[in-house]
């Protein structure tokens, strides 16, 4: 079973507005993910850091999304201003493994009414 | 880029009888990682099974697939369907060369077991 930590589970924000997640990759693995399900259930890749370090992130995430790893705190993913269309659930994932398995934790449902 | 194609986005089944989810990818790399996860609503998605080895079975309670690299697919079957095994499905694709690489989903295909 998965020990990937998110919080909140349930966040609700208005449009502009600053939303805030946090995630608990599980104990030693250095790499954590960031991805966006929507309503249609499809997963987007958002982020993915190695230890405090960006490795990858898509367009979107560069401009209106910020992201940290830093070291002895949880991760973060934050949302400088928040639009209808980022309304979805937001998922962490981990990986300790060079074979690539991540680790999801629960998500963050976040509603931008 | 890298692809995952999931054909089916809804699969009802009556309880019984047989799965088969389909599941082709593109890919440049020839060492590619497949993925199947299920998620059920308000959990994490979990593993179910995986594979880079081509023509070789993988299982897992009591799923199985088998990665043919020849035709891009691994498409995912069980016996003998559940109630239980109602759920979303992804098919994934780890692509890259290093390790660490993003995982490329497909579209999912929620299955409905019914009695």
């Known amino acids: 079973n998965s020990k990937v930590i998110q919080t909140p589970r349930y966040l609700v924000k208005g449009q502009g507005q600053k939303a805030k997640m946090r995630c608990i990759p599980e104990k030693g693995h250095p790499v954590v993910f960031w991805y966006q399900q929507n309503k249609n259930n499809e997963f987007k890749f958002l982020i993915n850091f190695q230890n405090q370090e960006v490795l990858q992130q898509i367009d979107m995430t560069e401009k209106r999304f910020s992201a940290e790893c830093p070291s002895n705190s949880p991760c973060s993913l934050e949302i400088q201003s928040s639009e209808a269309g980022d309304s979805a659930l937001y998922l962490c994932a981990s990986s300790g493994d060079i074979y690539a398995e991540q680790f999801f934790g629960p998500g963050t449902r976040l509603t931008v009414l | 880029g890298d692809s995952v194609t999931q054909k089916e986005g809804l699969v009802t089944l009556t309880e019984g009888l047989p799965v088969m989810l389909n599941c082709t990818y593109q890919?440049?790399?020839?060492?590619?990682?497949l993925f199947w996860y299920v998620h059920y609503l308000n959990e994490s998605p979990r593993l179910l099974l995986k594979?880079?080895?081509?023509?070789k079975r993988t299982e897992h309670q009591g799923f199985h697939a088998t990665l043919h690299k020849s035709s891009s697919s691994f498409h995912l079957q069980k016996s003998s369907a559940q109630l239980s095994d109602s759920a979303l499905y992804y098919c994934a694709l780890s692509g890259a060369s290093s390790s660490f690489s993003k995982l490329v989903f497909g579209q999912g295909t929620s299955l409905s077991v019914v009695p």
């Open positions: 594979s880079s080895t081509d023509n």
């Open positions: 890919t440049i790399y020839s060492n590619a990682f």
